[in-house]
């Protein structure tokens, strides 16, 4: 599914948000800094998709950022975007649920929009709190639901009749725009998230609702 809209995906991002997406990639990068200023640290965006957010980051390190997703066509296109832009940054295929590292050797795990994805949440925290070295930084940036009732009730509107008619004629699968609210509703909202974090064994866990809760920013410590 996410493999035949890679081509337009981009596009249909940044007009769905009202181009509000990048505001909130910015933001993930603002709140990740001191880690990404570091010359040492190892930086590994899960779930990159084209690589909007391993830009992003790459832009602002201090290092080289990697970028990793499971959908060869979306790597290739963040590679295409990465070799046109000269970034400092690399992208590989894996399974956020079976990452490629040894215990404790990263700085700075990050997701975007492709947490709420895995199969399993729980286990992709574990997985993410297990390759973050003491002291690392884990950043999950995601759609929530707005605690406004009549905003919520907009919202709910646009993602699930306005959404799906436009994501669908831009980029020929109305199934995966049909399937973008739904995985929203079923994933946990903020404070549940927040708290699967801390079971986890996450320690001084935030998150920051953004556009009236439309998105929500998790940060939490190893």
């Known amino acids: 599914m996410f493999g035949r809209v890679a081509p337009r995906y981009d596009?249909?991002?940044?007009?769905l948000?009202?181009?509000?997406?990048?505001?909130?990639?910015?933001?993930?990068?603002?709140?990740?800094?001191?880690?990404?200023?570091?010359?040492?640290?190892?930086?590994?965006?899960?779930?990159c998709g084209t690589g909007d957010l391993?830009?992003?980051?790459?832009?602002r390190a201090a290092h080289r950022v990697y970028g990793s997703d499971f959908c060869h066509?979306?790597?290739?296109?963040?590679?295409?975007?990465?070799?046109?832009?000269?970034?400092?940054?690399?992208?590989?295929?894996?399974?956020?649920?079976?990452?490629?590292?040894?215990?404790?050797?990263?700085d700075l795990v990050t997701a975007a929009f492709g947490f709420r994805n895995l199969a399993n949440y729980e286990r992709g925290i574990g997985e993410m709190l297990r390759v973050l070295k003491?002291?690392?930084t884990a950043a999950i940036l995601e759609f929530s639901t707005p605690p406004n009732f009549l905003f919520r009730a907009a919202y709910n509107f646009y993602s699930a009749k306005l959404l799906p008619l436009i994501g669908g004629l831009i980029s020929g699968s109305r199934e995966a725009y049909t399937y973008l609210p739904e995985s929203?509703?079923?994933?946990?909202?903020?404070?549940?998230?927040?708290e699967q974090m801390r079971s986890a064994g996450f320690e001084s866990v935030t998150f920051?609702?953004?556009t009236g809760g439309i998105v929500a920013l998790h940060i939490g410590r190893k």
């Open 134 to 136: 003491a002291g690392g």
């Open 11 to 15: 596009l249909l991002n940044h007009l």
């Open 54 to 59: 391993t830009l992003t980051l790459a832009r």
């Open 208 to 210: 920051h609702r953004l």
């Open 17 to 47: 948000s009202f181009n509000i997406d990048r505001y909130w990639r910015w933001r993930t990068t603002r709140e990740v800094a001191d880690v990404l200023a570091r010359r040492d640290a190892v930086t590994v965006d899960l779930c």
């Open 73 to 106: 066509p979306m790597l290739i296109s963040a590679r295409d975007k990465i070799a046109r832009q000269s970034a400092a940054s690399e992208v590989f295929e894996a399974d956020a649920l079976r990452l490629p590292f040894g215990d404790e050797s990263l």
């Open 184 to 194: 929203v509703r079923r994933f946990p909202g903020a404070e549940q998230l927040a």
